[in-house]
């Protein structure tokens, strides 16, 4: 993992810090990095307070920040009321799947364009990069009659997570991102792994695998994290309330009996995924922004 070392290091060394002028710049940038942070994380603290108050507390004017009255009571019965339990089930469920399937495909798609090379893939990448520029408006009617009655099989994939695994698998961003960490390895490794007679698939496992760990941490951490927060697609391929994932519960909360502060809380137990991986993984998350433009 050297790619992740040193992610707290930047252009300023000691010495600069003895520059007067370069102590303006670094307090001055650090102000603004507070202002910015403090824009991004007031809403989130505002949401997750606003849970304990009353309503009349909510309306009041003028408002207030932190409530008079803390009731923890009220996570338990939002929890239960919705069951959250089934809803972060299935959500996880569905993040699973993409992460497998993102890696599996995406990942052998790449190695097959960065080492493999046959013909034509000079045409498939070029493609890949027109498909990463077409809106995805465009898409959203053909992939709908697609999964409504799958070609060859004839089979609807509508009620199930495969619509949404099945574009994990021809993610272009993520094909082109292990295509261009791929490029970073020896080839002479692959050539030399194909001497020693072992095939495609155990090169991919045993050699690039190990090797871009890096890129393979990254695009599961982006993956499992964007299902954590989808609901376009689930909810309007997915009409059993038993695969309800949370997106889609939150969603309709605006039909519910729900008053606006249990709102909140469900609102608060929706994010809290993202802020504990984001919490646990920053280090890869951040250091995923430079991934696809590492070379060896």
């Known amino acids: 993992m050297n790619l992740y070392k040193n992610m707290d290091k930047g252009v300023l060394v000691a010495s600069d810090m003895k520059s007067t002028r370069y102590k303006v710049l670094?307090?001055?940038?650090?102000?603004?990095?507070?202002?910015y942070a403090a824009i991004a994380i007031?809403?989130?603290?505002?949401?997750?307070?606003?849970?304990f108050k009353d309503v009349e507390e909510m309306y009041a004017v003028p408002a207030t920040f932190f409530p008079k009255e803390l009731k923890l009571s009220k996570l338990?019965?939002?929890?239960?009321?919705?069951?959250?339990t089934r809803y972060y089930a299935n959500t996880v469920y569905l993040a699973a799947g993409g992460v497998f399937w993102v890696l599996l495909v995406s990942g052998l798609a790449g190695y097959v364009i960065s080492k493999l090379k046959p013909i034509g893939t000079k045409?498939?990448?070029?493609?890949?990069?027109?498909?990463?520029?077409?809106?995805?408006?465009?898409?959203?009617?053909?992939?709908?009659?697609t999964f409504k009655e799958f070609p060859i099989f004839h089979c609807s994939l509508l009620n199930t997570f495969w619509p949404c695994w099945l574009m994990d698998c021809a993610n272009a961003f993520d094909i082109i991102l292990f295509k261009n960490f791929f490029d970073s390895v020896p080839t002479s490794l692959v050539e030399s792994a194909k001497i020693d007679g072992a095939n495609d698939f155990r090169i991919f496992r045993s050699i690039m695998i190990p090797l871009s760990a890096p890129v393979f941490i990254v695009v599961a951490l982006f993956t499992f994290n964007g299902h954590l927060g989808t609901f376009f697609w689930p909810y309007i391929t997915i009409s059993d309330t038993a695969k309800t994932v949370i997106g889609v519960a939150i969603f309709k909360l605006k039909t519910s009996n729900f008053t606006i502060d249990y709102q909140m809380i469900a609102l608060m137990f929706s994010i809290l995924p993202q802020l504990i991986i984001f919490a646990i993984f920053q280090r890869y998350i951040i250091g995923g922004m430079n991934i696809g433009a590492v070379k060896g």
Do not use: D, H, K, Q
Request: charged share 5%; glycine share 4%; net charge neutral.
């Open 76 to 84: 338990a019965e939002v929890w239960n009321t919705m069951n959250f």
């Open 26 to 35: 670094y307090w001055t940038i650090f102000a603004l990095m507070l202002c």
């Open 123 to 145: 045409i498939v990448f070029s493609v890949i990069f027109w498909v990463m520029m077409m809106p995805g408006s465009m898409r959203t009617v053909p992939l709908f009659m």
């Open 42 to 51: 007031v809403p989130v603290l505002w949401l997750m307070l606003s849970g």
